[in-house]
């Protein structure tokens, strides 16, 4: 247990619709990043927060957004659903922003029908 | 820009036998490394980084890894499979360009099959 929550576990949803995925981080952990894991594209990287402020943006779509409360959990926003938008979504997090390790939740999976 | 190149898709070995995952890597800077694994249905662990100190990095469960600057590559070895080693590993490459601050640059992911 990597001490990285993810809710919900599983998503099931329509073409059109929006969804929120929520992450809580390692406690004391004050960076979060989204990570999007399909079968054609992999393992991509979406967007990073560092408390509470955006530090890095990846591959991620204009329909997606993200962001970090104070209390440090993460919501990442997927709307306007496209059928190619199911996916396997990771949060992780790690103490700093400066590379080192991270530690995964264990996934929210999207599936958009 | 950053990038590994995982050589092989999918790896097939015997329990007992040796495990070999192959790695490349390009790096403009001094990279960090990582291997993760995923097991089915569960989120990614990291097995073993390189941050530039040591070249050999001992993992969790046995593996271990040797950073080559000459040959760009950081293989990953462990001397008997066991079959709870089945599993997809991931060569992974911390991303510090244009100002990133540690977003990850992941392969595409090697299946380990391990055989009876």
């Known amino acids: 247990d990597s001490g990285v929550t993810q809710t919900p576990k599983h998503l099931i949803t329509a073409t059109g619709q929006r969804v929120t995925l929520r992450c809580s981080p390692r406690?004391?952990?004050?960076?979060v990043y989204w990570y999007q894991q399909s079968l054609d594209q992999g393992l991509q990287f979406l967007i990073q927060?560092?408390?509470?402020?955006?530090?890095a943006k990846g591959n991620i779509l204009e329909r997606f957004s993200a962001q970090q409360f104070p209390d440090l959990h993460s919501e990442l926003n997927l709307s306007s659903l496209e059928l190619g938008d199911s996916a396997l979504y990771f949060c992780?997090?790690?103490?700093?922003?400066?590379?080192?390790?991270?530690?995964f939740g264990p996934g929210t999976r999207l599936l958009v029908l | 820009a950053q990038s590994v190149t995982q050589l092989d898709s999918h790896v097939s070995v015997s329990e007992g036998t040796p495990v070999l995952l192959r790695c490349n890597y390009s790096s403009s800077y001094s990279p960090s490394l990582f291997w993760y694994v995923q097991h089915p249905n569960k989120g990614l662990q990291l097995l073993l980084k390189?941050?530039?100190?040591?070249?050999l990095v001992k993992g969790i469960n046995g593996f271990e890894a040797e950073f080559k600057k000459s040959e760009t590559s950081f293989h990953l070895t462990k001397p008997s499979a066991h079959m709870s080693d089945a599993a997809e590993y991931f060569c992974v490459v911390s991303d510090r360009a244009g100002g990133s601050q540690g977003n990850l640059i992941f392969g595409k992911g090697t299946k380990l099959s391990v055989k009876p």
């Open positions: 992780a997090s790690s103490v700093t922003g400066t590379p080192g390790t991270q530690y």
């Open positions: 390189y941050t530039s100190a040591a070249t």
């Open positions: 927060y560092y408390n509470g402020e955006e530090r």
């Open positions: 406690s004391g952990d004050l960076s």
